[in-house]
Nanobody, 123 residues
Framework: QVRLVESGGGSVQAGGSLRLSCAAS????????MAWFRQAPGKERARIAA???????ISADSVKGRFTISLDNAKTTMYLQMNSLTPEDTAMYYC?????????????????WGQGTQVTVSS
């Protein structure tokens, strides 16, 4: 059974940094896509970054140059380094995975989800 567990969220002032982690277990996919989504109150869940088994990365325009997605060497933990945070980045952050290397933008394509970690940025 695939399990994704996020950690690293918290409260930070604008301009600060956080690093989110997503520990994955229970899967043996040779190809995959892992992604970070976020959802603010009253808004849809949106993909902000993704990385696949080819180590190709995608970032949303809203986080380009500020957020960096990566995998550890064992490819079992995904990270999201978030710099220059703004109040607009306040949201619940989720990691998600699918067993193919195509990284779709839509949440419906990802069958595996973590429980989420809250990020709050104050001005």
């Amino acid at each position: 059974q695939v399990r994704l567990v996020e950690s690293g969220g918290g409260s930070v002032q604008a301009g600060g940094s956080l690093r989110l982690s997503c520990a994955a277990s229970g899967y043996t996919f040779n190809t995959y896509c892992m992604a970070w989504f976020r959802q603010a109150p009253g808004k849809e869940r949106a993909r902000i970054a993704a990385i696949n088994s080819d180590l190709t990365t995608i970032s949303a325009d809203s986080v380009k140059g500020r957020f960096t997605i990566s995998l550890d060497n064992a490819k079992t933990t995904m990270y999201l380094q978030m710099n220059s945070l703004t109040p607009e980045d306040t949201a619940m952050y989720y990691c998600a995975a699918r067993s193919e290397s195509t990284c779709y933008r839509t949440a419906n394509f990802y069958p595996y989800w973590g429980q989420g970690t809250q990020v709050t940025v104050s001005s």
